[in-house]
């Protein structure tokens, strides 16, 4: 099980990555607000509430929330520790009201 970071990156070996516990109950809650937040996000372009500016903004803010992620539970073999949900969560929260903000202005 081998893992090599680079930049803050962090890139794995296959047998690394099925180690991982995507299904662990932390990481499953943060993938579903994910989940809603893009398709939110979604909507709101579908709708013309998001320009593409905005779009390009949330969508970065949405990707650097999940890489966060994903550094995470590299450093807890597939896990998310509790506070590192506290913390995912927050930055969710803020992206949310930005969504809300953006689709409203």
Partial sequence: MAALTVGGLIAANSSFAEDWKA???RR???NQRQRHEERRI????K???IDAGEAAQLQ?????IHNEQMQDAAMHNGHIT???KRQLNREENAESRQIFHDRHN
């Fill in 23 to 25: 299904d662990h109950p």
């Fill in 28 to 30: 499953v809650e943060v």
């Fill in 42 to 45: 979604g909507k709101g372009i």
């Fill in 47 to 49: 709708h013309g509430q």
């Fill in 60 to 64: 970065a803010e949405q990707q650097k």
């Fill in 82 to 84: 509790k506070k590192e």
